[in-house]
């Protein structure tokens, strides 16, 4: 799923279902979008078969077809079958920070060095106009969030 897609996911699963409406105002405070484009997403997940929706009076209810732990099994085959050639074990060993041969791997601690590269992308963005991350931190607002999920 692409992420604003698993955003809108995220925001359906606790509730179960729900109209574009509900999932648009619940996003709001993380990712505040335009009605239009949850709507453009929440279809694209029907037509995906993500989620399945039914007409009440002028508006869909949408209804997740799968859970979140079926979606995140999901995208960590993906990434097992792209990265690792479809061996677990490799991934593992990666996560864990060692290489196939039992050394470390050069330019990797695995989940440490993506949190090391996360906190210097939000540093950096700092000095940016519309910094995100440490910037947002700094002002108040919610900072970038990082989806450890698959770390």
């Not at 196939?100 to 330019?107: I, L, S, Y």
């Amino acid at each position: 799923m692409a992420p604003l897609e698993l955003d809108c996911m995220n925001t359906l699963w606790p509730i179960g279902e729900g109209t574009v409406r509900e999932i648009r105002d619940l996003l709001a405070p993380r990712r505040p979008r335009a009605y239009t484009t949850i709507m453009t997403i929440m279809d694209r997940l029907a037509r995906k078969g993500i989620v399945e929706r039914r007409k009440s009076g002028r508006a869909y209810i949408y209804k997740p077809n799968l859970t979140a732990d079926e979606a995140r099994r999901h995208a960590l085959a993906q990434v097992v079958d792209s990265f690792f050639e479809g061996s677990s074990e490799a991934a593992a060993n990666y996560l864990r920070g060692v290489a196939g041969d039992g050394a470390k791997p050069a330019n990797s601690d695995g989940p440490v060095a993506v949190r090391a590269m996360a906190a210097k992308a939000a540093a950096g963005a700092a000095s940016r106009p519309g910094a995100s991350g440490a910037a947002q931190a700094a002002n108040g607002e919610e900072p970038l969030r990082i989806d450890e999920t698959l770390l």
